[in-house]
């Protein structure tokens, strides 16, 4: 029998008894240990017992569904002496729904559980489909309670029968691996287990470049013989993997530069490939960026603060260039954060450039400018501009609208400041309005240009500006290079300005009462007063038709 203190250390792993489920508080502490262990046994006795299971499964079951087993010791009135007993009659008159303790046994989040029950099932004995597969994966040596990351990423392998799966795993034996080997392998890349997943080109070019990483260039003999190891050195080769396409290019590369996989964790690499990434390249490109210079996986590429001309200047861009981002793109100069010189390339168009000569060679300027230069100065009235935020009511609604500026690119500098004082809205509802405008295909630079002449374009929600947008393009087949021109027709009204004014003037065209093809910015932007003086001039009677047929809200004369 498990002693008391491994029941304590369950209990604490698992939840927090007194805040996540006070029910159990109404069970003194002494007595709470007991509780859980008798609960377990009774469990696993009646899944093995009653309801037929083989004992080892019933028994992964009973021990690792806690927060199911408090659900039910919730239904017993306590008491220490009895508790045993009546834990075990509500077993039996309150059938336990065996799909959702076995999804919550083999590691899956409970509160996601609910979704993944069958509708018209709670017996395994209605369809074993399910334990059939599981039983298969745990009899090669899948741990129980890591089951669950198979099923999250490929429920399919469940829906297979027990022979398909031992005759895929017996498979993966002829590339020369052992079956603690092929379960870190299959728990990192689940795909090779599923039905769809014939062991064909994709999978057999996986395991190829495994066995290449793994035997020929010996990365095995520096992992640890079990699972968990197999499966953390199979899921940081995984980024890599995801990030080439699975073309089979990489094999030779990773196991050059095995050590990556061995002296950092999953979390640097991802930090490292998303931050190359948003420099907007093929991930393929960032792949083999990394794979061959690992150094920047220790480069501090976060809190550094930069100037863009010294940077853009310390790795080589011409006089001419840095003379037309000086004067072109204002909103960007001064200093900024390195975790944002990604978007800060994208703002001024040189991400390309840029990377390119990182990937070219020269990634060591990144550490050399660091350390060239160490502490930049910050702008005087941008200076002025933080103080007088920081004595504000909002200040801290205002750093995080400004924080949003700086990630897209915009310097720490007056100009900055402007944008920021007519800008509506959170940090994280203008990043979704960005976003919005930037899937319609408007070219990031460009549409941080756009923000730059006319902040007010981000002052609306994202389901308008995709309506806007929508119109402008399918309806009045306006270009988005148009858009970039003309931001402020953004802002404007879409039904009561900008579409009964186009229509009209499309009514107009088409009647032969107006020859002259007018500009959208002048068919937008005049006043009514202005507009309906037009619409007198191309002919008289054409106003009332505007009030009656077109104009369907009452707009200011002014």
């Avoid at 090669?140 to 669950?148: A, I, N, R, Y």
């Avoid at 100065?377 to 500026?405: E, P």
């Avoid at 944008?419 to 460009?446: A, M, P, W, Y």
């Avoid at 404007?492 to 186009?502: A, S, T, V």
């Amino acid at each position: 029998m498990c002693s008391n203190t491994f029941f304590s250390f369950f209990l604490h792993r698992h939840f927090s008894i007194t805040t996540k489920f006070p029910n159990l508080s109404k069970i003194p502490i002494r007595h709470r240990d007991f509780v859980v262990r008798e609960a377990q046994k009774a469990l696993t006795d009646y899944l093995h017992g009653t309801r037929c299971l083989p004992f080892t499964y019933a028994e992964h079951m009973g021990n690792n569904t806690l927060r199911s087993l408090i659900n039910l010791i919730e239904k017993v009135e306590f008491s220490a002496s009895t508790f045993s007993k009546s834990f075990q009659r509500v077993l039996r008159y309150h059938p336990v729904n065996e799909f959702e303790v076995f999804f919550e046994s083999i590691g899956i989040d409970y509160n996601l559980v609910s979704g993944l029950l069958p509708d018209d099932k709670v017996f395994f004995s209605q369809d074993g489909t399910l334990l059939d597969a599981a039983r298969a994966l745990s009899d090669f040596g899948f741990p129980w309670e890591k089951l669950g990351v198979l099923y999250m990423e490929r429920s399919s392998i469940f829906g297979r029968n027990a022979a398909e799966l031992k005759s895929r795993l017996s498979e993966f034996k002829g590339f020369g691996f052992g079956n603690v080997e092929i379960i870190g392998i299959c728990l990192a890349f689940p795909f090779v287990l599923s039905e769809e997943g014939q062991v064909g080109v994709v999978i057999d070019r996986l395991f190829n470049d495994l066995r290449l990483i793994f035997l020929d260039f010996a990365l095995a003999r520096s992992i640890e013989g079990n699972v968990d190891s197999w499966h953390e050195v199979c899921r940081k080769l995984r980024v890599f993997f995801d990030l080439n396409g699975w073309n089979g290019k990489l094999g030779e590369l990773m196991g050059r530069n095995k050590s990556i996989f061995l002296e950092h964790k999953e979390e640097e690499l991802v930090n490292k490939v998303e931050y190359f990434c948003r420099f907007g390249v093929k991930k393929e490109e960032v792949a083999q960026l990394i794979l061959q210079c690992p150094e920047l996986i220790n480069f501090d590429l976060e809190n550094p603060v930069i100037n863009v001309l010294k940077l853009l200047k310390h790795f080589g861009l011409s006089s001419e260039d840095l003379k037309d981002v000086s004067e072109n793109f204002a909103h960007v100069l001064g200093t900024n954060k390195m975790v944002n010189l990604p978007n800060v390339m994208r703002a001024i168009g040189l991400q390309e450039w840029f990377f390119n000569k990182i990937k070219g060679g020269h990634h060591q300027l990144l550490a050399d400018y660091i350390t060239s230069y160490p502490n930049e100065d910050q702008d005087k009235d941008y200076q002025d501009g933080l103080r007088r935020i920081h004595i504000s009511r909002a200040r801290v609604h205002a750093i995080n609208k400004l924080n949003f500026l700086h990630g897209l690119g915009f310097g720490e500098n007056a100009l900055t400041i402007d944008v920021l004082n007519n800008l509506h809205g959170t940090s994280s509802e203008l990043q979704e309005r960005f976003d919005c405008l930037l899937r319609s295909r408007i070219e990031f630079s460009k549409l941080c240009m756009m923000v730059r002449m006319t902040p007010r374009i981000l002052n609306q929600n994202s389901e308008i500006i995709e309506r806007k947008v929508n119109f402008f393009n399918q309806e009045m087949g306006t270009t988005l290079d148009y858009v970039d021109t003309f931001p402020a027709m953004l802002h404007y009204h879409l039904e009561d300005r900008i579409i009964p004014r186009y229509r009209f003037h499309m009514w107009l065209t088409e009647k032969g009462l107006s020859c002259k093809k007018y500009s959208i910015r002048s068919m937008i932007t005049n006043s009514e007063r202005k507009f309906v003086a037009r619409v007198f001039k191309i002919h008289p009677a054409a106003p009332k038709h505007w009030f009656e047929q077109f104009c369907h809200s009452k707009l200011s004369m002014q």
